[in-house]
């Protein structure tokens, strides 16, 4: 008898609409592709990764043996980088698996997450997968945190806060006074720091002072390892030790461990492309200000966030894609009619412009 296998299946799952991900040119059809792409939808790093992750690929000969699931080297690796000790760092498949260990470890179903939307969807996206209720604080309307609704907002069953230094999608960044108002809250605070490297504001230094403080890095945007997926996490020892044994052993594969290793090898050169974008930012933010239907937001990532006037953002992505230039749009309640672009080189920034200025002249 054919049974409907629907019934077997978590019914508060029917609803979760998962995670609207940015298109891959593969999606693409020929003759766009033909333009050359300009993804400049997903915050990653047009730079691409340092030369010495190549060439470590090239010489590597261990892909028969799985990746050390105590994570040792790369532990060590990130150790000297962050100034932590190794027992408090765990690394993960992207900043995005953490942050999934970390709902897990904490939520139960019909508890509460707080964050301060709009930000990043990932951190909604895995409370309700867990069965959890993700409470949403408002940002002002220049997406600055503000707390006048924290009281409010905060219940029995919140279990954890997590707050984006400096924000996505909106590149606002928060004052260090504001996360330590949510760290005497005493709640777990995760404070996602996955665009540290363009800031240099941390959280690391006041890790010993606060037992309920963690934070998240990544190597997708600074380092150019979208691709690889690999993500840390500096966290209490109590934690970090929880959450080695939740994890999946092998949840970094070998060449993510290599090519994270290499990068930390190659600090100065990822940093200098680093610096090319932050300058990049600047230029492209004073662009986009002379485009009379387009309000840029300040921001201290490697994109900018765009309010749209006058003109409908869904047409302009549609329009640049045509052209082979693929930026994200946004139309939520906080975030209406709105595009972000992410930071390119100097060329990007001209070919950008230029079809922004056209649409403009349409
Ligand atoms: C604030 C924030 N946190 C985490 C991530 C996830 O990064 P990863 O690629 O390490 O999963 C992103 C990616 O866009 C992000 O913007």
């Known amino acids: 008898m054919m049974s409907d296998i629907k019934r077997f299946m978590r019914p508060e799952l029917n609803k979760f609409a998962g995670y609207a991900a940015c298109k891959s040119p593969e999606a693409l059809d020929e003759e766009t592709r033909r333009m050359g792409i300009l993804k400049l939808d997903a915050n990653e790093n047009v730079y691409g990764p340092s030369p010495r992750v190549k060439a470590a690929f090239a010489s590597f000969e261990d892909y028969h043996i799985y990746p050390d699931s105590c994570q040792t ?22 900043s995005d698996q953490l942050i999934d260990l970390l709902v897990r470890l904490f939520v139960n179903p019909g508890d509460e997450v707080l964050s301060f939307t709009p930000t990043f969807a990932m951190y909604k996206f ?155 930012r600047d230029r492209l933010f004073d662009a986009l200000t002379q485009i009379d239907y387009l309000k840029p937001y300040p921001s201290s990532a490697n994109f900018i966030l765009c309010k749209v006037t006058g ?34 080189r100097p060329q990007d920034t001209d070919r950008l412009i230029t079809e922004l200025q056209r649409i403009g002249e349409i």
């Not at 080297?73 to 962050?82: H, I, N, S």
């Not at 549609?318 to 930071?343: A, D, T």
């Open 311 to 344: 003109k409908i953002a869904l047409d302009i992505q549609l329009k640049l894609e045509r052209r082979g230039i693929l930026v994200r749009y946004f139309n939520s309640p906080q975030m209406e009619n709105s595009l972000r672009f992410s930071i390119g």
């Open 73 to 94: 080297e790369l532990r060590k690796a990130l150790a000297g980088y962050t100034g932590v000790a190794a027992e408090h760092i765990v690394a993960g498949s992207g």
């Open 126 to 280: 895995f409370t309700e997968l867990a069965g959890g209720k993700f409470v949403a604080v408002p940002r002002d309307e220049n997406y600055n945190v503000v707390l006048d609704g924290l009281p409010r907002a905060l219940t029995p069953k919140t279990k954890l806060i997590f707050i984006a230094m400096p924000n996505n999608p909106t590149g606002t960044q928060v004052p260090v006074e504001v996360v330590m108002k949510l760290i005497e809250t005493g709640l777990p605070v995760v404070v996602d720091e996955a665009y540290y490297e363009f800031t240099g504001q941390t959280l690391a230094d006041a890790l010993d002072l606060f037992p309920n403080l963690m934070i998240l890095r990544t190597f997708s945007k600074w380092a150019g390892l979208a691709g690889l997926r690999v993500g840390y996490g500096l966290f209490p020892h109590a934690v970090a030790e929880r959450l080695d044994a939740l994890k999946d052993p092998y949840c970094v594969n070998s060449a993510a461990v290599v090519a994270a290793r290499e990068s930390l090898k190659d600090v100065d050169y990822l940093m200098h492309k680093v610096n090319l974008i932050v300058g990049e």
